[in-house]
């Protein structure tokens, strides 16, 4: 029997850090983007204003007899383009790669059934649809929904949304060069190399210090703006939640902040996550002053080959299809948007 408790204020959303992350590292679903610091931060500022200061959080929660945390389903109510009253996934729809509910396997379904029963009753909020997106389309949760909802006489549907390449990294990395196509693999040494002997110093730095976090994003956030598409992107609301996301990683641990610097100055960064015995690749930036260095590739390739040394099993590459996720070996998944409506 799974008993429901619906969290609806900042404070009682944000008293669960502990038993949330628990459910999380043994859920169907382990992502950093479902890290209860994560989804705070991106609470606190709306996805850096890509949801309004009056929607509401709506956040079911499953214990067990016993009480403990077996599932979570985190939403937010909202309104569609219609007006229409809708549940939509904490995270969505730009910031967070990846999304999911909380549930240990063996009560995903138990869960769901509940989570539903409570939705379509008297004491749920006015609702139209329910909206998850980015949700791996491997994800056990996709069947559970379509059954529970199936049960529950309301309609489940899912559309593909983008592919999420990623490189599953082999022991060694003369192994994962052997690997790529011939042409890809000579380039990305050339570069590497040009970039290591080049007549300043180039050296690669991660951020260590909690103090100079906040720094050294701006600079981050500096070199991103070097980009239109990045640039237009960077609204003051933006910025805020990018500097909310570092903050939440670094002090949990799992912030990988790396820049190569020619001299003392940077020329590329990538906001990385170390998460599950991967690496994220959340963000990058790169200086048009060092364009010949190629540094973002160049870095792009110390940072892998760091990362076979350090046994990681994957280097994430995230959501989108650009050309050099391909070229660096990266194989597709899909995300998804899963739907449930009245």
């Given amino acids: 029997m799974i008993e429901l408790e619906i969290i609806r204020s900042h404070q009682s959303w944000n008293a669960l850090s502990a038993p949330w992350n628990r459910l999380l590292a043994k859920s169907v679903t382990d992502v950093p983007f479902l890290r209860h610091e994560f989804l705070l931060a991106w609470w606190q500022h709306r996805g850096g204003g890509e949801w309004g200061a009056d929607d509401q959080l709506y956040v079911i929660l499953g214990r067990d007899a016993s009480g403990e945390l077996v599932g979570a389903l985190p939403l937010f109510l909202s309104k569609n383009h219609a007006g229409l009253p809708v549940l939509i996934g904490l995270g969505s729809i730009e910031i967070a790669d990846f999304l999911d509910l909380l549930a240990l396997p063996e009560h995903l379904a138990a869960f769901l059934d509940a989570a539903l029963a409570h939705l379509t009753g008297p004491d749920a909020p006015a609702w139209e649809a329910l909206e998850l997106f980015n ?142 015995n991967q690496v994220w690749v959340y963000n990058s930036a790169k200086a048009e002053k060092f364009a010949s260095l190629s540094p973002g590739i160049s870095l792009m390739g110390l940072l892998i080959e760091e990362a076979i040394q350090a046994g990681y099993s994957d280097f994430d590459l995230m959501r989108g299809d650009e050309e050099y996720k391909y070229q660096l070996g990266g194989v597709d998944r899909w995300v998804v948007k899963a739907s449930i409506n009245r």
């Fill in 135 to 276: 949700l791996l389309e491997a994800s056990p949760s996709l069947a559970a929904l379509s059954s529970a909802a199936e049960k529950h006489a309301l309609t489940f549907s899912q559309q593909r949304l983008q592919p999420a390449p990623r490189i599953a990294l082999p022991e060694t990395f003369e192994a994962y060069m052997e690997g790529l196509d011939g042409r890809y693999r000579r380039e990305m040494l050339r570069k590497m190399r040009n970039a290591l002997r080049y007549f300043i110093p180039v050296t690669i730095t991660k951020v260590e210090s909690g103090d100079d976090l906040s720094a050294e994003m701006e600079g981050f956030i500096t070199m991103m703006r070097e980009e239109a598409d990045k640039n237009a992107f960077l609204n003051q609301a933006m910025e805020a939640q990018m500097q909310a996301i570092a903050r939440a990683g670094f002090d949990h641990g799992w912030l990988d902040l790396r820049f190569m610097l020619v001299g003392r100055e940077k020329a590329a960064g990538y906001f990385n996550f170390v998460y599950n």
